[in-house]
């Protein structure tokens, strides 16, 4: 039997995935369910930081909280994941959340509604930290914006750094490449990095052709900086899945005028 794509199609429409360097599958499996095609375009690589002593201490604090799947990963990868009593998990969205619960976590606790640190944030529990230690499962780089303010509200960081995220510069036939692609084509945005990367090896004509496509974004943070640099038509995401960044564009207004 012939493949069932879902009622909101995107058959002959190319999605650009901003993904690190082989971690593109997702984007792939959930384009395919809709009838699009994929174009893979890493301007990040993932690469495993050793950090035995940081995470014991990082998985042993009462409260712990995992930045990102890639995070989950590399960290699952160093010491086994488990759930001590009286301790609470946290992840920054549900695709994190997932990575927890296929690495040995049940209970994850994520925001009711965003899918950043800012979100998790503003979550109830997390506003008043003295004297707690936390455990902060992570990559360097970044806003910093976790550690900083549990910091603040009084919260002893244990920061386990598992990753690092390396900038990588597309090669220039992938570049022409992205300007060859058809009309119908659409970038997806789930990490603020990937995309300035990927702007700073644009040119001024390959900018003003990227702009012009569709585009979503994984949160309003990412929005903001996509309106910021000229994009105009924008759709925003439940969150980073690739089912939901797919499912944004497919009921996205602005995808009908490439029809």
Sequence with gaps: ??????????????????????LHAGVRRAAAKFGARTFALSTLAIEPLAAA????????CPIVIVTSPNAARHASTQHPLTCRRGQHWYAVGPGTAAALRRHGIRDVIIPEQGVDSDALLALP??????????????APGGRGQLAKVLAERGAKVRIAEVYRRVSLTPPPHRLRALATLPERTALLV??????????RSLSKSQRAGLIARPCVASSRRLDAQLHVLGFRQRALA???RPDSLLAALAEHPAKRRFR
Excluded at 55 to 60: D, I, V
Excluded at 125 to 138: D, F, H, R, Y
């Design 190 to 199: 789930s990490s603020g990095e990937a995309l300035a990367n990927l702007w």
């Design 125 to 138: 529990a997390l506003a008043k930290m003295t004297g707690l230690e936390v455990g902060l499962i992570t």
């Design 53 to 60: 002593a940081a995470l014991k201490k990082a998985l042993s």
């Design 1 to 22: 039997m012939p493949r069932a794509i879902p009622a909101l199609s995107l058959a002959q429409w190319y999605v650009i995935s901003l993904r690190p360097l082989g």
């Design 238 to 240: 439940a969150d980073a």
